[in-house]
């Protein structure tokens, strides 16, 4: 498929599940999301701020980033079911500094710099052209947040014995190459971190399994995290975050 076809296939794949995952149990891989949700956040002040979610898709990040002190959220997602069900939280649990609109990545209807942080949780690799949606993004944040899959040695093992093959759309899943999106993002002059983490390729609502799953995952990440090399064996999953040059050079001093 080309980009045009991806990108339809994209728009009407996604919005049936319940926008409120409050309401059913929680799968181990949701968890394991929050923690990853919590991690992506911790280097950045979100008080105040005016914060472009894409891919957003029903609102559960954006709800996360209001909670957590954004002044502003705006939903973009390519999908208009998702939007229905970020309007539907919207109203129900009262987030009336949540905007939707519906654009594609890659030309967001924005000014420059018309937000202080862009960020994209899980939903790079369901774009066709990574360097022009993160060109996008940088062009009208500040600084950004990506959360997202990659392809490192193991993941490209797995994948061969069926694991991660296609998304449930039947789409492959367009994979990030760290060291590419760090060039991407010193190219819009900004300092790239990229931290990895290995995720397990397992999901359940067994609560013991899933307790388990999640030790593992603290476990496991104790050594992947902190560690550039291992994260590119086998860091399957990576927060990265692009900050501005002299907010970086005050970080470190």
Not at 203 to 211: A, E, F, K, Q, V
Request: glycine share 6%; net charge neutral.
């Amino acid at each position: 498929m080309d980009a045009t076809e991806l990108k339809s296939v994209e728009s009407q794949a996604w919005g049936d599940a319940d926008f409120d995952m409050d309401r059913i149990a929680a799968k181990s891989s949701q968890v394991i999301g929050a923690l990853l949700l919590k991690r992506s956040i911790q280097d950045f002040e979100l008080v105040g701020k005016n914060i472009i979610n894409v891919g957003g898709g029903h609102g559960e990040e954006a709800e996360f980033l209001l909670k957590n002190g954004a002044d502003e959220v705006t939903i973009v997602d390519i999908a208009p079911l998702q939007l229905k069900n970020a309007r539907l939280r919207k109203e129900e649990h009262r987030l009336e500094s949540l905007e939707c609109v519906r654009a594609d990545a890659e030309n967001l209807p924005f000014r420059d710099e018309s937000f202080d942080l862009g960020y994209i949780y899980l939903a790079l690799h369901h774009f066709p052209n990574h360097s022009k949606s993160i060109f996008e993004l940088c062009r009208v944040a500040r600084e950004v947040i990506f959360v997202d899959i990659m392809n490192p040695v193991l993941t490209r093992i797995l994948t061969r014995f069926g694991f991660w093959r296609e998304e449930a759309c039947g789409v492959t899943p367009n994979r990030l190459n760290g060291k590419s999106v760090e060039n991407m993002l010193i190219n819009q002059k900004l300092k790239p971190k990229v931290t990895y983490f290995f995720v397990a390729p397992s999901s359940t609502y067994n609560r013991p399994l899933t307790r388990c799953l999640i030790s593992f995952f603290k476990l496991t990440n104790q050594i992947v995290s902190r560690s550039r090399s291992v994260g590119l064996l086998c860091g399957n999953v990576a927060i990265i975050s692009g900050t501005s040059m002299n907010k970086a050079q005050s970080l470190d001093t």
